[in-house]
Each structure stands twice: as structure tokens, then as C-alpha cells.
């Protein structure tokens, strides 16, 4: 009964019959109602992954470790820098003052968001990063396969950890976090060049600058008060530059030799 008269209902507008090409304004509308459709998930896909994604922000000021591991060496934290490797003209927000920490505070939306990339990083530094190989500060350039002599010859290969949890995919997409700023753990990054089979070095242990909060206050900052070395706390752009003046020197405290 109902069937019947559902089925009757279904078929009556059919029986309006009109010729094909009058059914374009339904195609138009079906058509239109897809394109909307369509458009209000990708809006909503950019809108949610910018809104996730939003900081680093220029107002913002955070850190996160970078250590570097060659067949078992760690290299050392990436020199100072304070203009791109490859253009004197960019004071990049995203920099190193030679302390083993990544230092964020961007200056532009160049570096705000989802640009603040590890490997944005390695750009501004002048070296690179990827899923096959490294050119890192050491001068030193390694491809997946190469041996690691130090590790009787066996072929390395590009790997990395972030807080201490070995990852998958290419380091320099990795989008640094915002940490401390935002509630959550300051990213500690460790990249390495091992065989697959040896295990990846761990982060540094705390207490360690990057467990420092990111609003970097003049005088003491920071948990226990320990600054920042070499960081200047405005964040402001042109300005910090003063690393090597404002950070601890201690060669210098070395009594004279007699
Ligand atoms: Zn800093
Ligand atoms: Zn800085």
C-alpha cells in the first residue's frame, strides 16, 4: 500500500516527461550543489589545517634541539647564523645562535605556520636535509648506501627522532611545534645517519635550554631563570644579533695561562 503509493509518487514526476534537453537546469543544479559541496571540504580542510597549523606566529618565540649524528658522531650543534646561506638579505626568524637549539620567532608568513619547517632550516643554513641525504655544517655529505666506516663499513642511512620516538617520512617537512608556547613538549630533534639495524641516539637530556619557555623576558628567563644563551628576547628581527655579546663566555673566565 505504502509502496504502492511511494512508488507512485516517484514515478509521477518521471511521467511530467519532459524532453532531455529541458533536464539541463537539473544537471545545472545537481552540478552546482557537487561544485559547493566540493568547495566547502577543501575550505574546510585548508581552513582546519591552517587553524591547527596558524603558529608559529611572529608573535611567538620558541625553541626546539637539533642533533646531528654521523655512523655514530654527533657533530655538533649547527653554527650561528643570522642571514640566509643564500641571500644576505634574509635575516631569517628561524636560526641558530650555535647553541643546539632551533630558534623560531619568524618574521614574516614566509615563516609563520606551516613554513616553519625543519628543512627551512637547513635552507636558511645553507645545507640540506631529505629522506637520502645530508650536506650538514661539518662539511660533511652522506647519501643513503654510503658506509659508515666507523661502523665497520656498513651502509648508513638517512633516519630521525622526534622526542626520542624514531619517525618515518622527510625530516624537513616536519613543521616545528610550538611547544612549551602551546602547552606541549619543545620538539627535541635528532637526525642520523646510521645503519638501519643501530640504535638512534637520544635527545639530550633535560634540563636543556629547549625545556625553557618561549617567552624569553630580559634578565633571567626561563625555568630556573637560565637564559637563553645568546638570544636576544625582543624577538625583534634586526635586532637579534647580539649573541656572542649577550650569551655566557666561558673560555674567557679561563684564568691566563702562565
Ligand atoms: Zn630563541
Ligand atoms: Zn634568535
Not at 3 to 14: C, G, L, N, V
Not at 207 to 214: E, G, S
Amino acid at each position: 500500500m505504502g509502496r504502492a503509493s511511494r512508488a507512485k509518487k516517484y514515478r509521477a514526476p518521471r511521467g511530467t516527461g519532459t524532453h532531455g534537453r529541458k533536464n539541463w537546469p537539473w544537471f545545472l543544479a545537481i552540478g552546482l550543489i557537487v561544485a559547493v559541496g566540493v568547495g566547502l571540504i577543501v575550505v574546510s580542510k585548508t581552513g582546519s589545517d591552517s587553524a591547527a597549523s596558524e603558529r608559529p606566529t611572529v608573535d611567538d618565540h620558541f625553541h626546539a634541539s637539533i642533533n646531528v649524528d654521523i655512523c655514530g658522531t654527533d657533530i655538533g650543534p649547527p653554527p650561528e647564523f643570522e642571514q640566509a646561506a643564500d641571500n644576505p638579505a634574509i635575516v631569517p626568524g628561524v636560526h641558530s645562535h650555535g647553541d643546539g637549539l632551533i630558534h623560531i620567532h619568524p618574521h614574516s608568513t614566509a615563516e609563520t605556520g606551516d613554513n616553519a619547517t625543519v628543512g627551512l632550516f637547513f635552507d636558511y643554513g645553507g645545507w640540506t636535509v631529505s629522506e637520502d641525504s645530508l650536506t650538514l655544517w661539518d662539511g660533511s655529505t652522506v647519501s643513503n648506501g654510503d658506509p659508515c666506516e666507523a661502523l665497520d663499513g656498513a651502509p648508513g642511512e638517512v633516519r630521525w627522532s622526534l622526542n626520542g620516538e624514531e619517525q618515518s617520512g622527510n625530516v624537513a617537512d616536519h613543521v616545528l611545534a610550538c611547544g612549551l608556547a602551546c602547552g606541549d613538549e619543545n620538539d627535541q630533534i635528532v637526525i642520523a645517519f646510521l645503519p638501519e639495524d643501530e640504535e638512534l641516539p637520544p635527545p639530550p637530556e633535560p634540563p636543556d635550554p629547549v625545556d625553557l619557555p618561549t617567552e624569553e623576558t630580559p634578565g633571567a628567563t626561563g625555568v630556573g631563570g637560565v637564559p637563553v644563551p645568546g638570544d636576544v628576547p625582543t624577538g625583534d628581527a634586526p635586532t637579534d644579533t647580539g649573541p656572542a655579546a649577550t650569551g655566557p663566555a666561558p673560555e674567557s673566565s679561563v684564568p691566563p695561562a702562565s
